[in-house]
């Protein structure tokens, strides 16, 4: 399989499939950073946040704006009450019907799912089909740029660029509280 | 010593020191990302590049001026040669002086120190100095970002956040060269 992905990708200027996963801190700030490159490149870019909570008060959000960046949050604030996972499921289900719009449209240079991994986790979505969709549908020259704790295992294989963001220390463990321009 | 540390800091709107290091990528994108947050929040930023080899061509270089981000690059290309190491030695030495300028002042919600750890791994400056430096003068409420590989661990005991980026597969592997908007 690996070879047959290989053979349909030009070496130079390679459409990259970036997983940011794990448990530390990183995942989605080190997107914003790829963001913020390919923006500064001229790139065409694109974000699609799966589940978040700041929303429209978040730095990044705010800096997207100025930046003319298109943005969607289509999750809403997380929690793990029942009657909340299934409202996150269905928004999920639909950012990735949005996503899949975007992956396949060769205009966008770079697109971010933050926090893809969530409906993979929950099962919301296949990791399979997801895998199989990409392989079949990428833009080819596309760079797509995932995050999310506990990237599954057909995504990290099918991926070229996956780093684990790993804890040492936290703040959140001395008690200090999240602050704009850091957590969101 | 942390006691001591811990009572001259306010426990809300704590001014972070925050290590991005590791052998993975995200390292500095986070960074990056943490730049743009803040930055969308309307706070002072200002990054100090040590050791950089792409220079005004990046797409961070290019975006943050567009941004109107103060952005230092002090680090040249590094190479192994001796006499670009000396010569790095010197700049990463007048990078430090400036970084202590901004450091101290308080009107800057955030500095970014990218590839601090260089200069202290082949100890051109001494962690343990710029560590009792830093708890003596860095200004309370201002976040400070160090990346870098190998960060020493007086700067680890001291950061309040360390994540480490471990690569998990990198497509430099497979031999895909570096690409605008994802490695510059």
Chains 1, 2 share one sequence.
Not at 111 to 138: C, H, I, S
Request: charged content about 20%; some cysteine; glycine content about 10%.
């Amino acid at each position: 399989m690996p070879g047959i992905l290989e053979s349909n990708r030009p070496c130079a200027g390679k459409g990259l499939v970036i997983v940011n996963t794990g448990y530390g801190k990183g995942k989605t700030t080190a997107a914003l950073g790829l963001l913020l490159r390919a923006w500064g490149q001229n790139m065409r870019v694109c974000v699609i946040q799966f589940i978040k909570e700041n929303g429209s008060a978040s730095g990044e959000v705010l800096a997207a704006r100025q930046l003319g960046i298109e943005w969607h949050t289509l999750g809403d604030g997380f929690t793990w009450e029942s009657q909340d996972l299934m409202r996150t499921e269905i928004r999920a289900r639909d950012a990735w019907a949005l996503a899949q719009t975007k992956i396949t449209d060769s205009t966008y240079d770079l697109v971010v799912l933050d926090e893809f991994t969530y409906p993979l986790q929950f099962r919301w979505l296949d990791a399979k089909e997801v895998v199989a969709w990409l392989q079949e549908n990428k833009a080819p020259l596309q760079h797509l740029i995932i995050t999310g704790w506990g990237a599954p295992d057909e995504l990290v294989q099918f991926a070229d660029l996956v780093t684990e963001m790993q804890k040492v220390k936290h703040p959140f463990d001395q008690g200090i509280q999240a602050q704009p321009g850091i957590e969101f």
